[in-house]
């Protein structure tokens, strides 16, 4: 069946360090790819999506880009700050729609 | 302003007993969905439903009922029968197009005591 596999944490990074968060997915058909981001005690935010091979979702100087060769879709952003704490969960929606598939989610830690 | 609300924000509950925890939006979504967060093991779908009146399970509906009355509405009971009920519950609603994303309330802590 479709799932994803999403880096295990916690990631912790200094401010202004380079942050990759890799995603591989499993799925029939072609999948619609999200990445959402969640804050403690809150429910999860789209943080970007991409819905065909070589898309590239973009947001907050966040980027993913959907990799049909490799079936990944790695969350990557130049520079962190320490408001980007948070956890980021990959996730795929199934060709039908009807189902959204989650990673376990990767817990990142900025400090100054 | 659109979007979905769950209430309470925390719950407490004693062993034993029932409880049902509250999920509406105003996006005109037809579909709705209810997962459980714990720690370690991202969201694991307990219900859904694409459209009033039908509801299908997730893969971990054991000890769970839902209905689906009206579209802005989807309710979940955590009964009895769930073995342990203690957990961060989400609803989230969507178009059910594959494109599309699923937006998410912000969530019930549920503790059983």
Known sequence: GDSVTQMEGPVTLSEEAFLTINCTYTATGYPSLFWYVQYPGEGLQLLLKATKADDKGSNKGFEATYRKETTSFHLEKGSVQVSDSAVYFCALVSNTGNQFYFGTGTSLTVIP | ?113
């Open chain 2, 1 to 113: 302003d659109g979007g979905i609300t769950q209430s309470p924000k925390y719950l407490f509950r004693k062993e034993g007993q029932n409880v049902t925890l509250s999920c509406e939006q105003n996006l005109n979504h037809d579909a709705m969905y209810w997962y459980r967060q714990d720690p370690g093991q991202g969201l694991r779908l307990i219900y859904y439903s694409q459209i009033v009146n039908d509801f299908q399970k997730g893969d971990i509906a054991e000890g769970y009922s839902v209905s689906r009355e009206k579209k802005e509405s989807f309710p979940l009971t955590v009964t009895s029968a769930q073995k342990n009920p203690t957990a961060f519950y989400l609803c989230a609603s969507g178009t059910a197009l594959r494109t599309d994303t699923q937006y998410f309330g912000p969530g019930t802590r549920l503790t059983v005591l």
